[in-house]
């Protein structure tokens, strides 16, 4: 398969070693500093572009490679609320290609259907209050992470007592503190937390008078965000229209 890489960082390297060790081929490489090449013919010649930037730049870059009929698997997050009304439409009405998750480490897609469970029996004892919390390294833009605002909509999906989530407590990059604002029992809140070089670190806990249950999810490095990516650039080369790890792990 060949393949296009948009960002060429730290993530963008290691998609890159994991896409050849899996006998891919990478067509091209597009970073900051080398936009022109989307128009070039070795990006209109890729099967699949794998898109891991900012939120600034990933709806622009979406953009530039339905142009050119390249289909999309993108990791960034940040981009929906302003945008996502218009990639469905591409994807769903112009018959383009993207594969969006706000995590695509296999693990986290396992953790993932726990939550999604855990909800469900959760829902039956009101008992329980619900929290969670994220860490990641310094260099990370958005808070709450893409992941953990995923987690949190699909306990809103199950949990009839909450009706939203907001931002928790933040831990900021430079050490100061923000403290969470006063909100209702119907609020999901999101803590965040940056520090170091952490891959990413979520936990959801039920907290009551009597007990305390915390299911945790601990990346030790990149490598299986990486590994997820290359596996859903796989699946998208031969699947069309707006794709998901739902379609990817059947779980």
Known sequence: MKIALIGYGKMGHMIEQIALERGHEIVCK??????????????????????????????????????????????????????QADVERLCKEEGQTLFWASNFSIGVAIFSAVNRYLAKIMNQYPQYDVEMEETHHIHKLDAPSGTAITLAEDILENIDRKEQWAKGKQTNADGTITEMEEMGKNVLPIASVRRGEVPGIHSISYNSEADKITITHDAHNRKGFALGAVLAAEYTKDHTGLLSTDDLFKF
């Open 30 to 83: 597009i970073d900051a500093d080398n936009q022109e090449d989307f128009d070039s013919a070795a990006f209109k010649g890729a099967d699949v572009a794998i898109e891991f930037t900012n939120p600034t730049a990933a709806y622009g870059n979406y953009l530039k490679a339905f142009k050119h009929n390249v289909k999309v698997v993108s990791g960034s997050t940040g981009w929906k609320n302003e945008h």
